[in-house]
């Protein structure tokens, strides 16, 4: 059971706090808030999420740049108290739209009300955005979403393409429209995750996808829905081998709560009654093969005393009718690097690159990939000091950031959706969106 | 709830210091209290919600007490809510303005909206004043009835608010019996969730320990009441069902089709996106087939996949507290995971804390198979940005070396590291090069070729700079300069600020002088000189002692000094497997992130700096016999786990005794000393197997050849002192106490012939002793000085005993010092330790 729960800023302040139990001192606030901060003096390592400090234990997550923080002097489930966390962030910003600082403080009145339903006495009593509904009076005040920066892996859409409304995600789950009556609606969101690492000679040594099913519902009257996914989707390894290629082979994967499984084994079909606010249909975890959507090629060559030479390469193997967004290309150099000269290819356009002295990294940004392209970036690298040996070993790895919206690599996909029809004129929207995200995403030298 | 001390509490310039802004506060309010305009109630909301912003960032708000009661005669709901708020959070502090509040609240208890009845209730139970308690139990008896099932979930906690105010006036009230009831009866899962948390709560704490109580938990475990929970598990919520997994865990089925039955019911509970439910899921299968090796294994098998989806598919902290779990399990049976060791590798962009975590996980997955590819990983990782992870990274490599396969390979991937010429790579694997080079002289020849090169200018870390000069005395016979690296050392005397490095040196000096006489006299000479010079004691008496040593007769010195050496087998365990053991027992816990089993952080007196200092660190720690004696010591922490200990469904077993952290109810068990006179040792003997370990005990002794007959045996006068067979005390706290306390006592004694004997084997003490409740936290030493220390604890209370003892078997002498808490029962301790002693011939 919990003791506390409270809302810190980045700077520490108090912008919610709720004591359940009142078998914690005060102050436990203060005494977390520079533990945080001051875990190791070097400030090299990140304090974990669960500690002890005098008996209390601390539990916290970060999100979007807040500390959501739980106490209890109780040997507890480290797992629960994490994931109630993360939940009550949630059930937050499905009543405020926008999750963060700001919002948080304008509305905290309605955070008490949610906060007072959620638990009692430190025993958890529901999480369901739906259940609350009928606990919470005030009304959230809408925080400016335009110049915030959005939460979340589906914060992406908002600059997605022009098929997605860009108020979707930040919409309170009871605010009205301004015209009075809500858009019957619902989002379903495939977002993976990509782990891959390359070796030297660019074979691929790890891959990982890891996959969610995120769906946002703001269908009035909770309809049924059916989720077909591949026929030929196959769950758990020992399948591995007895499918030819194109079939999609997970290795795992757990579903929400709602979700019932009839029909899964027949025809891979979810059915559910979705619940307000947002919530993961369905994790999935693929080491299955797939094509990596990026090739890495990177070099670095002696080229006389005190100097070489890097070049860098990437190929976007995806379709052309697909583009990447917000790319970046880091790579450690040798530390005795004094300067670096860069250059691009003819013609680029909205690429930045960097040298970072602090620690002799170099940085290399690009606004877009267009699916086919191949792009390269040579460096010219001083050194301080005669290097000894090799200095292939002393840099690298090559590490990559990306967003690719409208395509997933393990080809899972949403066939249909399908919502039952109340009458004949009931016809909700119905998004059904994709987009793939660079999770640990490597090129060894 | 806020002390007034609170008020100056203001952190940032931007936020109002308090008194100013209150008392305005707090004439608004009043202006607004009786108003009835249009309006008034939202300017209300206005106040009150600058009230408990206030509260939030911590100035003491209680003087506006009076006006928030006074506003609050609203039908607002909203206000309401907040009013509520803020008098649940300076109630306690402000028990005669509590009073105020009683009124309206016991008035909206009755209100005909059931929110509003709930939502009284529920602050009126949060009050926590004590003599105010009378004025719940009627709202609370009502609300227990109540037709709405949002007021019987606020009344069940409330019931169990009123538990922790007046204990008495809740049991008086029959409430405890009313939540029986309601668990058992209710339609709604919430209510009947509540009453399980509440029970166990109360049933479980300080102030129940009857017999009462004992015999309700057993009623919560009993067989109809968790099949009643498990039957319905679905409807409850996700939460709710964690608590009745946590119960299920607890259950002991009568036989293997039951327990099959329940596996096969909570089978789809893996599959849940919720953490929490599956590892409570988890802690159930694990938990029931303890005793089916097969099954057991199996239940490893079918949960890898969930637990990696989980790690993979939540936030950094969610995987973290999965991922400390897949730990545990991966170090208990590493060769089930063996396979999977590419989920162990590192990702650049995870925290530290997850890498580290993985990076033990891979040492331990590691076998004839994946060796090659795992240590290939890792010295990627050794050339990694990140440092502390980088050196970790070589420690692992070093640890897989240590542990026997390929080990060919791996030494030359250390050697490796050394000609990678960053300081903290070569000053990490030269440790390493040291410790393999321990275990496994026969490589001497290629390591030392290695560190012949390096120079010892590039080695700056003490440890490092310890192990380099370490081999160079150690090989100064195949290392050329040796005496030459020693002397040009030894000139630096001054600038070496390490003892450990000065202390080492004047070894490695030694033992080159005796190897290569006329290269080293000269280095030799100057070392000794600068080490009687030393400010350091220890580095001043080693030198003294040397130089002594020498004086008497070099032959003699050499075989003190550098006496032929075995190679070490196994480096010692950090951790004991009943410490282990108790961490697996407490699965889906905190013990589980923390390492360490719930006492050593949920208690008080446990508490404190975790480390060991040097004496202890030297010798091994946690007694290896403990296990074979009394298998698998399981201490339930004081106020959680109420109900029983998991080790009753071992049916080996006989009736269990949880040590200090079990209810007195068990006390019967234990045979009082003079109640017993006649046997003394009965009375000292552990209590888990009464009838049978006296006799096993004295089989022992019989064994050893030792004649002591029982009666002729000291006996103690009263007062009767008891000690607890299942004592527990981890080192550092031994540590601590040990600096802390004065020497109670010290004795001498002689060892007889068999004992001596039966010393061959220092293990044979420690099981002796643990028979009589003295246990070893830790011993040492070789043939024919042993060193132990043990420890013992009274049955009632945790005073603890702590004892030095030290046996010469060449001189068939044994010293003890004793140390106690109370040092006014020490004699009768010593009586005790005494006795047990004569047993094994120490007389």
Redesign the interface.
């Known amino acids: ?1 919990i003791s506390q729960f409270f809302v810190l800023s980045q ?7 709720r ?1 359940y139990r ?1 078998d914690v001192q ?2 436990t606030a203060e005494i977390f808030f520079r533990k945080v901060k001051f875990w190791k003096e070097d400030g ?3 304090a ?3 500690f ?1 400090v ?2 209390v ?1 601390y539990f ?4 979007v740049g807040l500390l959501f923080v739980a106490t209890t ?8 108290v ?5 939940r009550i962030a949630r059930v937050i910003k499905d009543y405020l739209g926008i999750l963060n600082e700001d919002s948080i403080r304008k509305n ?2 309605l955070v ?2 949610l906060l ?1 339903e959620v638990m ?2 430190g ?6 955005t739906e259940m609350l509904k ?2 919470v ?2 009304e959230p005040i809408v925080v400016d979403a335009t110049h915030l920066s959005p939460l979340g892996p589906a914060g992406l859409f908002m600059q997605g393409t022009k098929r997605m409304p860009g108020t979707a995600v930040t919409k309170s789950v009871v605010a009205n429209e301004p015209g009075g009556r809500r858009r019957e609606e619902i989002f379903v969101d495939i977002i993976e995750k990509i ?1 891959i ?1 390359f070796s030297s000679s660019g074979y691929i040594l ?1 891959s ?1 996808i ?1 996959g ?1 099913i995120q769906m946002k519902s703001y269908l009035t009257g909770n309809p049924e829905i059916r989720l077909a996914l591949n026929e030929d989707l196959s769950i ?2 020992d399948y591995r081998s007895s499918f030819g290629s194109g079939a999609v082979v997970l ?7 709602s979700v019932r499984l009839d029909n899964f084994d027949v025809d891979r079909t979810l059915t559910l009654v979705p619940p307000d606010g947002e919530f ?1 249909v ?4 693929m080491t299955q093969e797939f094509k990596p959507p990026f090739r890495i090629n990177a070099l670095i060559e002696e080229a006389g005393a005190l100097k070489a030479e890097v070049i860098l390469k990437v190929y976007a193997e995806f379709p052309s009718s697909i583009t990447a967004n917000t790319i970046a290309v880091q790579m ?1 150099l040798p530390k005795y690097t004094m300067r670096a000269s860069f250059e691009l290819e003819p013609g680029a356009v909205g690429q930045t690159t960097d040298f970072k002295q602090a ?1 002799k990294r170099l940085e290399w940004n690009l606004k877009k990939i267009v699916g086919g392209s191949e792009h390269t970036l040579r460096a010219r690298l001083t050194f301080s000091q005669e290097s ?2 090799n200095i292939t ?2 840099s690298g ?1 090559v ?1 990559m950031t990306f967003t690719i919206p409208m395509y997933n690599s393990s080809k899972l996909q949403v066939k249909y959706l399908q919502i039952a029809k109340k009458s004949g004129t009931y016809n909700p929207y119905r998004w059904v969106r994709y987009v793939t995200l660079s ?2 995403y ?1 090129a ?1 030298m | 709830m806020a002390p007034p001390a609170q008020s100056q509490r203001s952190s940032s310039p931007s936020q109002p210091s308090g008194k100013g802004e209150v008392s305005d506060l707090k004439s608004q309010l009043r202006q607004l209290a009786g108003s009835r305009a249009p309006g008034a109630d939202d300017s209300k909301r206005e106040l009150f919600k600058k009230v408990i912003s206030y509260m939030t960032i911590g100035i003491d708000v209680s003087s506006v007490f009076g006006e928030m009661v006074m506003c609050s005669a609203t039908s607002d709901i909203v206000l309401k809510k907040m009013c509520y708020l803020y008098v649940g959070n300076y109630a306690k502090g402000n028990p005669d303005l509590a009073l105020l509040t009683i009124n309206f609240l016991q008035r909206d208890c009755k209100d005909e909206d059931p929110m509003i009845r709930g939502l009284a209730l529920r602050s009126l139970c949060s009050l926590r004043v004590a003599n105010l308690v009378e004025y719940l139990v009627g709202p609370l008896g009502s609300g227990l009835k109540d037709s709405n099932s949002y007021v019987r979930t606020v009344a069940v906690i409330g019931v169990l608010k009123l538990y922790h105010i007046s204990a008495s006036t809740c049991v008086d009230a029959d409430f405890p019996a009313t939540l029986k009831h309601l668990m058992l009866n209710d339609s709604d899962t919430q209510v009947v969730a509540n009453c399980l948390s509440a029970l166990q709560e109360i049933w479980s704490s300080g102030t129940t320990t009857s017999e009462e109580a004992s015999r309700e938990r057993e009623t919560l475990l009993s067989k109809p009441v968790v099949y009643y929970f498990l039957n319905r598990i679905k409807e409850f919520s996700e939460w709710a069902q964690c608590i009745v997994l946590e119960l299920a865990a607890k259950y002991v089925p009568s036989d293997n089709s039951e327990i099959f039955d329940i596996m096969n019911l909570l089978e789809d509970r893996l599959q849940h996106a919720n953490g929490a439910v599956v590892l409570a899921t988890i802690k159930v299968f694990l938990h029931l087939t303890l005793s089916m090796t097969d099954v057991h294994q199996q239940v490893y098998e079918r949960i890898k996949a969930p637990l990696l989806t989980l790690v993979s598919s939540g936030s950094p902290e969610q995987s973290y507290a999965v991922l400390s779990h897949l730990h545990l399990l991966v170090m208990r049976a590493p060769f089930i995971f063996s396979s999977d060791y590419k989920h162990f590798y590192c990702q650049y962009n995870e925290p530290s804390y997850v890498k580290k975590l993985k990076l033990e996980m891979l040492t331990a997955v590691a076998n004839e198979s994946n060796t090659y590819e795992i240590v290939t990983e890792l010295c990627e990782y050794a050339a990694n940005v990140d440092i502390p992870i980088a050196r970790e990274s070589i420690r692992a490599v070093g640890k897989i070396a240590l542990q026997q396969y390929d080990v060919n390979a791996i030494v030359d991937r250390l050697l490796q590291f050394l000609e990678m010429e960053k300081d903290y790579v070569t000053a990490e694997a030269l440790v390493l090069v040291k410790d393999l080079l321990r275990k496994y002289p026969q490589w001497s020849h290629d390591c030392i070729a290695v560190v012949g090169n390096i120079s010892s200018k590039n080695v700056q870390e003490p440890k490092a700079k310890a192990a380099l000069i370490w081999m160079l005395g150690e090989y100064s016979q195949d290392m050329q300069d040796a005496p030459y690296i020693l002397e040009s050392l030894i000139e630096n005397w001054d600038d070496e600020h390490s003892a450990e490095v000065r202390l080492h040196l004047l070894t490695a000096v030694m033992k080159c002088f005796f190897k290569r006489p006329p290269e080293t006299q000269r280095a030799l000479g100057a070392a000794l000189a600068a080490g009687l010079a030393d400010f350091h004691q220890d580095v001043h008496d080693r030198a003294l002692f040397y130089y002594r040593l020498l004086q008497y007769n070099v032959t003699v010195a050499e075989r003190v000094v550098n006496p032929p050496k075995q190679a070490v087998s196994v480096f010692a365990d950090t951790q004991s497997s009943e410490i282990k053991d108790r961490i697996f027992d407490e699965f889906n816990s905190l013990s589980v992130v923390y390492q360490k089993p719930s006492y050593m952080f949920t208690d008080k007196e446990h508490r404190g700096p975790f480390e060991f200092s040097d004496e202890l660190g030297n010798l091994s720690i946690g007694a290896e016999s403990s296990d074979t004696v009394v298998p698998g010591h399981r201490v339930e922490a004081n106020d959680k786990d109420l109900l029983l200990s998991t080790a009753e469904k071992e049916e080996t077993r006989g009736p269990i005794n949880n040590g200090v952290y079990s209810a007195p109810s068990y006390d019967s068990s234990l045979v009082s000393l003079s109640a017993s006179q006649s046997q003394p040792d009965v009375a000292i003997s552990s209590p888990t197997i009464p009838g049978h370990a006296p006799q096993s005990s004295l089989a022992i002794d019989d064994l050893l050849g030792l004649g002591v007959p029982a009666a002729a045996a000291p006996v103690p006068s009263p007062p009767p002192l008891k000690l607890n067979s299942k004592a527990v005390l981890d080192p550092s706290t031994f540590q601590q106490k040990w600096r802390q306390l004065p020497i109670s006592l010290s004795q001498e004694y002689t060892v007889s012939p068999q004992g001596v004997g039966a010393l061959t084997t220092p293990q044979a003490l420690l099981r002796h002793m643990q028979t009589h409740s003295i246990h070893c936290i830790a011993s040492g030493g070789q043939s024919p000085n042993f060193k132990f220390f043990f420890f013992a604890q009274k049955a009632e209370e945790s005073s603890s005993f702590l004892i030095e003892c030290i046996i010469n078997t060449s001189s068939a002498k044994a010293q003890t010092k004793i140390k106690a808490d109370d040092q006014s029962a020490s004699q009768a301790f010593s009586s005790l330790f005494q006795t047990a002693l004569s047993k094994f011939g120490v007389l």
Do not use: W
């Open positions: 059971m700077r520490g302040d108090n912008i919610v706090f004591d009142g005060k102050g090299q390592e990140e974990p999420p669960v002890n005098d008996g234990n916290h997550v970060k999100i002097r109780v040997n507890v489930s480290p797992s629960l994490l994931e109630l966390l993360q905290f009145v008490y009300e007072d009692d006495f025993y958890v009593q529901t999480t369901s009928s606990y009076f005030n782990s690492t790890t990982e890891d969610t758990g390894r290795d795992d994967c757990n579903f929400h709560e993961p369905m994790n999935y975890r450690p620690n000894h040996g070993k002393e790895p590490s999770n640990s490597v060894r």
